[in-house]
């Protein structure tokens, strides 16, 4: 790349700015009117025969049908069967789509879309409006907001909120990892593991979140 393009590219930078102003506008104006949202995460890669399909489904059709809306990342797998749980129970079924070089076709069981260019900006979204994170089985995007969940409640940027596990036996690995690892090099602290809990069935996720605001 010639001196001349790179200095090009750079002087973008502040023209950027109102693009990403923009989003976050948007974001904020749609999503303020979202009542009770759960975010559930998880690999686009499953597929509907999978077990774990069927139970982001279940656990986003018994969640519409106590009142709460669905925000998911708009792809398929794990995303399109939470977003077919919520919109078949009759909730709302929100997707914040990313728009990156391999095009993510958003899932039909969307009912109100928000598209975003940028990664930072679409946290914000989930961070800002969910009141509970349900995470399932997943790959890096999963893990990545995991992490950064997890790591905004320990700080305390964002208020605690449910954080939960689903699948237990998939998550085993890692929190081995955290106890053996994390926690002997004093990485983490054994309180780290009470940021967040497990549950294999719709109901368990749900008496959790339900548990968690009667408390509060």
Not at 57 to 68: D, R
Not at 100 to 126: A, C, D, G, S
Request: contains cysteine.
């Amino acid at each position: 790349m010639s001196t001349f393009i790179r200095e090009e590219y750079k002087l973008q930078d502040t023209w950027r700015i109102f693009r990403i102003m923009s989003e976050f506008v948007e974001g904020f104006e749609v999503l303020s009117g979202i009542k009770k949202a759960v975010a559930i995460f998880g690999s686009r890669r499953i597929k509907p025969t999978h077990p774990y399909y069927e139970l982001a489904y279940k656990t986003a059709y018994f969640l519409g049908k106590k009142g709460f809306s669905i925000l998911t990342g708009a792809g398929s797998g794990i995303m399109e069967a939470a977003n077919k749980g919520a919109k078949e129970a009759g909730a709302e079924s929100v997707g914040l789509n990313i728009l990156i070089p391999h095009r993510q076709i958003p899932n039909p069981y969307i009912t109100k879309l928000l598209e975003f260019k940028y990664f930072f900006v679409r946290k914000v979204m989930f961070a800002k409006y969910s009141r509970a994170f349900i995470f399932f089985p997943g790959g890096y995007g999963t893990l990545d907001e995991l992490f950064e969940t997890l790591a905004l409640v320990e700080s305390q940027r964002i208020e605690r909120v449910p954080v939960i596990l689903a699948c237990r036996d998939f998550w085993k690995g890692i929190i081995e990892w955290f106890k053996y690892s994390c926690i002997k090099n004093r990485t983490l602290t054994k309180d780290c593991l009470k940021l967040f809990l497990f549950a294999d069935t719709p109901q368990t996720i749900y008496k959790i979140i339900k548990d968690f605001y009667k408390r509060r």
